[in-house]
């Protein structure tokens, strides 16, 4: 039934998978020593998560993984996008590990080896340890260190079985949602707070790509970074503006010094005070790989009342959205990898695609989410065509296997190809689940 080419159009060793991320999945949040993240402590502030949802069970992975193993065995991939909750194997951030907490990653690494699926493993999927927020996080210079340490831990215990490294997923969204607006964790809304934190997760990103290439021999290293393109709601100067200014924010104040060893220009101007000698240097090491995370382009339209004075305006009317609003724009993700591959000429991996509904099972037991099959149908057509069209894309991962807690949208946003009732913790493949399993077989006949 699919559009989309099988083998031989595909290149070949083109590498299928699905992500997920720790806080998002893990549940037991207090348990076998795990500490506090600035994500648990922001659940529990009134009204910044909706329903106040929590993710003290979320998918309980912690005790269900190896049914989530299984599960992406069934689908087929080669490979499992997961992250490590820094809190759960160093609760305090730094100082001593948490053995159980380690042990828990070992358990997951080995299933899936098992599984004959390939472990990739991200450091930072947002659940800073809040003993370092009580620090002053990511706000603090000395962050960049207590990084590179828990880099070390991680590399030395799962560097003999994990290949596949990256240091942090989407930068510009935690570091803008967290710190210049109270959108996400910790909510501080402040440009000094904000800037301070860009540099020093530039810093932190550089100083655990030292650390991993010195410490796992082999390793493929990488950073994720979501990139679309920023549009401006109207055309008039304000909004093009406001396009413009978050433009540097989202696509380029990290990925920019991290791989060309400069900031965009209107962050470098106000950045320069928290640079210091050789910082540069530092943040611009050797990487393996590009890590895109894509959904559809943002239009941007000015809002004096925002830190920045750029706020997020309404797609045109007439644009195709998805069942939670967002913009379906496959086109522009064939554009975005056409530009990336030009700009940073790395290898690009799709390590987040997918979309959100609002799924439910039918009175037979059923989830069928025809919606998600033709996102999905459609984008995976756009990244074929930008690889005809010289695109160096090695790889797709669809976010996500389960429905997750999906941040300040709570348990109300269902990104799975499995759903995962609230109620029992079930799962249940989507007609997506089977849709994507048929995909990667033919792909690779
Ligand atoms: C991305 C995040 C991921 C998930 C998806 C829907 O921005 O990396 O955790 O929430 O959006």
């Known amino acids: 039934m699919s559009t989309v080419p099988a083998a031989p159009a595909w290149p070949r060793g083109f590498l299928w998978g699905v992500s997920s991320s720790s806080y998002q999945i893990e549940g037991a949040a207090a348990e076998d020593g795990r500490a506090p993240s600035i994500w648990d402590t922001r659940c529990r502030l009134q009204g910044k ?96 260190g207590w990084f590179a340490d828990y880099a070390a831990l991680a590399a030395r215990r799962y560097g003999d079985r994990v290949k596949r490294w990256a240091t942090f997923n989407e930068f510009a969204v935690f570091t803008l949602f967290g710190y210049a607006q109270d959108w996400g964790a910790p909510g501080i809304g402040d440009r000094a707070a904000h800037l301070r934190t860009i540099h020093h ?80 240097a530092r943040i611009c090491r050797p990487l393996d790989w590009f890590g895109l995370n894509h959904y559809g382009p943002i239009f941007a339209r000015a809002d004096a009342a925002s830190t920045w004075g750029f706020g997020w305006g309404s797609p045109p009317a007439d644009a195709p959205r998805t069942e939670i609003g967002w913009p379906i724009y496959p086109d522009a993700f064939r554009d975005v990898l056409l530009d990336l591959t030009h700009r940073y000429r790395l290898p690009i991996y799709v390590t987040e695609n997918g979309v959100g509904g609002k799924d439910t099972p039918d009175e037979t037991g059923r989830v069928d989410d025809p919606k998600r099959i033709s996102f999905l149908r459609a984008y995976i057509g756009a990244m074929h065509a930008a690889i005809q069209a010289g695109a160096d894309v090695r790889g797709y991962f669809v976010w996500s296997l389960l429905d997750s807690f999906e941040w300040g949208a709570g348990y109300g946003e269902c990104f799975g190809l499995v759903y995962v009732s609230r109620d029992t913790l079930e799962r249940i493949p989507k007609s997506s689940f089977r849709w994507y399993a048929d995909l990667i077989a033919a792909a690779r006949t």
């Open 201 to 280: 997760v530039n810093l932190a990103h550089g100083a655990g790509a030292d650390v991993i290439r010195a410490l796992v021999p082999r390793a493929s290293i990488g950073a994720i970074h979501n990139r679309q393109p920023i549009w401006p709601e109207h055309d008039t100067a304000t909004d093009r503006a406001a396009a413009a200014l978050l433009d540097e924010h989202w696509n380029g104040a990290f990925p920019d010094p991290q791989l060309l060893g400069h900031y965009p220009p209107q962050v470098a101007s106000v950045i320069e005070p928290y640079v210091q000698a050789g910082d540069m």
């Open 49 to 144: 998560v909706a329903r106040g949802d929590t993710g003290d069970v979320a998918a309980d992975h912690y005790h269900r993984y190896a049914e989530d193993v299984a599960l992406t065995k069934t689908l087929g991939v080669d490979a499992y996008r997961f992250s490590v909750a820094w809190p759960r194997v160093l609760p305090r951030g730094r100082g001593a590990a948490n053995p159980k907490g380690l042990d828990f990653y070992d358990r997951l690494i080995d299933a899936v080896l098992a599984a004959g699926i390939e472990p990739w493993l991200c450091l930072y999927h947002w659940d800073l340890p809040q003993a370092l927020d009580d620090l002053g996080g990511w706000t603090n210079r000395d962050s960049a």
